[in-house]
């Protein structure tokens, strides 16, 4: 069962709810009340009991007394990684898992989209488990197989390159987040999935999103990190700190805390890994947007590091109305269930179908939870007809999806193994460091200082804030660079060497000297190209695609890799066939089904 949300405002109001929430707790009601954010929520007791409840208050009031004490933010990090660091329990940290979702536009030799159907070579979309596509048919995306070292993670995903180029021909693969010049919307292929219900819903859901949002924010793209500790490393921290939660909600409830420290830190990933101070002026075709034109084709800002991760980027005002709270698990469920069944009247005056066609799945706010842009979500692998919140709330989150890294132009797969370790690095420190509850005030000054360092990270002296107090963006990165030493010191102990050392140097050298970060490097690889026919951005970005193409052309593939992806190809579509062979019913009643939550019901 999915926890309700009250929707009733805490203002004066306060005290007599809280006084309410006792009476019902006491009275065995089936419901217990939270305060979260400025509104009263109602959690199902069967997931915690009013002494689990108590528990997490007393956690939270500890968690913040030590976050505000003397010393404070090193305690809880120090403590959990001298317990993760002896002999018998190093282990556990090599049994974590990491993965990489890598978005890229297939283009033709010229840097024109490419409008062919996705390959078939490449197997189906739909069913392929490696290779698929994103928004557009002309968006792939490569997934490699979860891997325990982040080294393991690139070799898999240049494997999937090089094999992928074997059967593009002559089309490249683009080497920027921000798109190449773009034809007129109606041109750009929303990508098709076949014929059954599931493949036809994943189109109807894409179309919604052009109705909603415009094609060319959909063709943005980027690299997803997926990331999980090993269950039994939560297992040893849950019984070192006497929690008394059960195994699923200790785990689901420190998955949040990492989201919440990954929220106060992650503009340091844009400093250091943001590679989109420019775009195609096309881009903003219409649109206000206060850039500067480097040329006639490139507009951008002086100091940026992620126009992409902007609010000219990814960015929607019907999406500012949905805020989850990450307090808790329960909260951030009950933010996007409330979201998935609230009309927006915008999109009722569409509707759902037009001319007997769907165009979007609903008219609600939004369509379904994926639909919600964040740049890190808390995730459980689903079963077949589930959706991501029922999978979250029967069985907790799995592991955390970081999303707002951007394609490294620089590099053939778009990240490189020295990226990957410092996201471990950074995801390992975000989970073991102090993470108290965010109040109103510090959620508007985390979005603060993110959309500070996307627009101008690279301005010298820019100042952010921490707690209220102003502090230079150099100074905190040098502070926050000190405690995730601790943490890549832990995975070189663990895996041996000094990998990790070596990667902490290499951003360390970044904050020393920003011409050494992404953005930077792109904004001097432009300036020969200032005034090219078609802007400095289209030139760079496909030189760049035809030098990384003929590099992964060029690289040795083992003729076993090849059968590997050739087979699953042929599975992919063998599988995909094999569901619109046997598929029944009504498309209608099966996206009916779906939004109502009950096709995974009897696999939950």
């Given at each position: 069962?999915l926890?309700?949300q009250?929707?009733?405002?805490?203002?004066?109001?306060?005290?007599?709810?809280?006084?309410?929430?006792?009476?019902?707790?006491?009275?065995?009601?089936?419901w217990?009340?939270?305060?979260c954010?400025g509104?009263?929520?109602?959690?199902?007791?069967?997931?915690a009991?009013?002494?689990?409840?108590?528990?997490?208050?007393?956690?939270?009031?500890?968690?913040?007394?030590?976050?505000?004490?003397?010393?404070?933010?090193?305690?809880?990090?120090?403590?959990?990684?001298?317990?993760?660091?002896?002999?018998d329990?190093?282990?556990?940290?090599?049994?974590?898992?990491?993965?990489?979702?890598?978005?890229?536009?297939?283009?033709?030799?010229n840097?024109a989209?490419?409008?062919?159907?996705?390959?078939?070579?490449?197997?189906s979309?739909?069913?392929?488990?490696?290779?698929?596509?994103?928004?557009?048919?002309?968006?792939?995306?490569?997934?490699?197989?979860?891997?325990?070292?982040?080294?393991?993670?690139?070799?898999?995903?240049?494997?999937?390159?090089?094999?992928?180029?074997?059967?593009?021909?002559?089309?490249?693969?683009?080497s920027?987040?921000?798109?190449p010049?773009l034809?007129?919307?109606?041109?750009?292929?929303?990508?098709?999935?076949?014929t059954?219900?599931?493949?036809?819903l994943?189109?109807?859901?894409?179309?919604?999103?052009?109705?909603?949002?415009?094609?060319?924010?959909?063709?943005i793209?980027?690299?997803?990190?997926n990331?999980?500790?090993?269950e039994?490393?939560?297992?040893?921290?849950?019984?070192?700190?006497?929690?008394?939660?059960?195994?699923?909600?200790?785990?689901?409830?420190?998955?949040v805390?990492?989201?919440?420290?990954?929220?106060?830190?992650?503009?340091?990933?844009?400093?250091?890994?943001?590679?989109?101070p420019?775009?195609?002026?096309?881009?903003l075709r219409?649109?206000?947007?206060?850039?500067?034109?480097?040329?006639?084709?490139?507009?951008?800002?002086?100091?940026?590091?992620?126009?992409?991760?902007?609010?000219?980027?990814y960015?929607?005002?019907?999406q500012?109305?949905?805020?989850?709270?990450?307090?808790?698990?329960?909260?951030?469920?009950?933010?996007?269930?409330q979201?998935?069944?609230?009309p927006h009247?915008?999109?009722?005056?569409?509707g759902?179908?037009?001319?007997?066609?769907?165009?979007?799945?609903?008219?609600?706010?939004?369509?379904?939870?994926?639909?919600?842009?964040?740049?890190?979500?808390?995730?459980?692998?689903?079963?077949?007809?589930e959706?991501?919140?029922?999978?979250?709330?029967?069985?907790?989150?799995?592991?955390?999806e970081?999303?707002?890294?951007?394609?490294?132009?620089?590099?053939p797969?778009?990240i490189?193994?020295?990226?990957?370790?410092?996201?471990d690095?950074?995801?390992?420190?975000?989970?073991l460091e102090?993470?108290?509850?965010?109040?109103?005030?510090?959620?508007r000054?985390n979005?603060?200082?993110?959309?500070?360092?996307?627009k101008e990270g690279r301005?010298?002296?820019?100042?952010?804030?921490r707690?209220?107090?102003a502090?230079?963006?150099?100074?905190?990165?040098?502070?926050?660079?000190?405690?995730?030493d601790?943490?890549?010191?832990a995975f070189?102990?663990?895996?041996?060497?000094?990998?990790?050392?070596?990667?902490?140097?290499?951003q360390?050298?970044?904050?020393?000297?920003?011409?050494?970060t992404?953005?930077?490097?792109v904004?001097?690889?432009?300036?020969?190209?200032?005034?090219?026919t078609?802007?400095?951005?289209?030139?760079?970005?496909?030189?760049?695609?035809?030098?990384?193409?003929?590099?992964?052309?060029?690289m040795?593939?083992?003729a076993?890799?090849?059968?590997?992806?050739?087979?699953?190809?042929?599975?992919?579509?063998?599988?995909?066939a094999?569901?619109?062979?046997?598929?029944v019913?009504?498309?209608?009643?099966?996206?009916?089904?779906y939004?109502?939550?009950?096709?995974?019901?009897?696999?939950?």
């Amino acid at each position: 069962m999915l926890e309700r949300q009250c929707g009733i405002r805490a203002g004066g109001l306060r005290q007599a709810l809280r006084l309410r929430c006792r009476a019902e707790v006491a009275s065995g009601a089936l419901w217990r009340f939270q305060l979260c954010s400025g509104q009263i929520h109602a959690v199902p007791k069967h997931r915690a009991s009013p002494e689990g409840w108590k528990l997490e208050k007393q956690n939270r009031q500890h968690e913040h007394t030590a976050h505000t004490g003397p010393h404070a933010a090193h305690a809880p990090l120090d403590r959990r990684l001298a317990l993760i660091m002896q002999p018998d329990h190093l282990a556990l940290l090599g049994e974590g898992l990491s993965g990489i979702e890598r978005e890229t536009l297939r283009v033709e030799d010229n840097g024109a989209l490419a409008l062919t159907p996705h390959p078939r070579a490449l197997g189906s979309a739909l069913t392929n488990e490696e290779i698929t596509t994103d928004y557009s048919e002309s968006l792939l995306e490569f997934i490699t197989p979860p891997q325990r070292d982040a080294a393991d993670v690139i070799a898999r995903l240049d494997e999937i390159h090089q094999f992928a180029y074997r059967k593009l021909g002559t089309e490249l693969l683009w080497s920027d987040s921000m798109p190449p010049a773009l034809p007129p919307e109606a041109v750009i292929p929303i990508a098709d999935y076949g014929t059954s219900h599931i493949g036809k819903l994943k189109h109807v859901y894409r179309r919604g999103l052009a109705l909603r949002y415009g094609k060319p924010m959909q063709c943005i793209a980027g690299i997803h990190y997926n990331f999980s500790l090993a269950e039994p490393l939560w297992t040893l921290l849950r019984e070192h700190e006497g929690a008394t939660q059960s195994a699923r909600d200790y785990q689901s409830a420190r998955y949040v805390a990492l989201i919440r420290n990954f929220r106060r830190y992650s503009w340091l990933l844009m400093y250091l890994f943001g590679a989109s101070p420019v775009l195609h002026a096309e881009f903003l075709r219409g649109r206000e947007h206060g850039l500067d034109a480097f040329d006639e084709g490139t507009l951008g800002l002086p100091y940026a590091t992620s126009l992409r991760m902007s609010d000219l980027g990814y960015q929607n005002s019907a999406q500012s109305e949905v805020s989850p709270c990450y307090d808790c698990l329960p909260s951030y469920i009950d933010a996007l269930t409330q979201a998935v069944s609230q009309p927006h009247p915008a999109y009722e005056a569409l509707g759902t179908q037009r001319d007997g066609e769907w165009i979007q799945l609903s008219t609600n706010l939004l369509q379904i939870e994926n639909e919600f842009y964040a740049t890190i979500r808390p995730k459980r692998v689903t079963y077949s007809g589930e959706r991501p919140v029922q999978a979250l709330s029967r069985r907790g989150v799995q592991y955390v999806e970081v999303r707002c890294i951007d394609i490294d132009p620089f590099q053939p797969v778009g990240i490189d193994v020295d990226t990957a370790r410092f996201i471990d690095a950074f995801l390992l420190f975000c989970a073991l460091e102090d993470s108290p509850s965010c109040s109103d005030a510090e959620n508007r000054e985390n979005r603060d200082n993110f959309a500070h360092v996307v627009k101008e990270g690279r301005k010298p002296g820019l100042v952010l804030h921490r707690g209220g107090e102003a502090i230079t963006l150099f100074d905190w990165a040098e502070t926050l660079l000190d405690r995730i030493d601790r943490t890549a010191a832990a995975f070189d102990l663990q895996r041996g060497g000094a990998h990790y050392a070596h990667t902490m140097a290499l951003q360390r050298a970044k904050v020393q000297d920003v011409s050494l970060t992404p953005s930077a490097r792109v904004m001097v690889a432009l300036e020969p190209l200032r005034g090219t026919t078609g802007g400095a951005f289209q030139a760079f970005a496909l030189a760049q695609s035809q030098r990384h193409a003929q590099t992964l052309r060029d690289m040795p593939l083992d003729a076993r890799v090849v059968e590997h992806f050739e087979a699953l190809a042929r599975k992919s579509l063998d599988a995909q066939a094999e569901l619109e062979r046997t598929q029944v019913g009504d498309f209608d009643a099966f996206v009916a089904d779906y939004l109502a939550g009950t096709l995974g019901a009897a696999t939950a």
